[in-house]
């Protein structure tokens, strides 16, 4: 069993940056692919950024491409979420989630363990 606690969101402007983590606890997760997701009323959770530590994979959803960055601390047990020049359309709750690896073609293809969210909210 993996608990996951994620921190971090704010009401930020756009153009300004965020750093939502995901404390993990109970098994280790060293092996797990680890992933973010993000939700808006109305809409299915999407993929924003999953990694495959283990063969040093990484996706990202185009429209975060080249301003989000996913990274780990193993010694801490956290997953990091760097948002750099937020705009509004990404306002939403993020979700930090674990699972059993997947590959390059497919990260993080069966999420089995999610966090309660954290409100990334970016004002124009």
């Known amino acids: 069993q993996v608990q996951l606690k994620e921190s971090g969101g704010d009401e930020v402007q756009a153009g300004g940056s965020l750093r939502p983590s995901c404390l993990a606890s109970?098994?280790?997760?060293?092996?797990?692919?680890m992933g973010w997701f993000r939700q808006v009323p109305g809409k299915e959770r999407e993929r924003v950024a999953t990694?495959?530590?283990?063969?040093?994979?990484?996706f990202y959803a185009d429209a975060v491409k080249g301003r989000f960055t996913i990274s780990k601390d193993n010694a801490k047990n956290t997953v990091f979420l760097q948002m750099n020049s937020l705009k509004p359309e990404d306002t939403a709750v993020y979700y930090c989630a674990s699972g059993p690896p997947g590959n390059a073609q497919y990260i993080l293809p069966r999420p089995i363990y999610w966090g309660q969210g954290t409100q990334v909210t970016v004002s124009s």
């Open positions: 109970g098994r280790t997760f060293s092996n797990n692919d």
């Open positions: 990694n495959n530590w283990r063969g040093g994979h990484t």
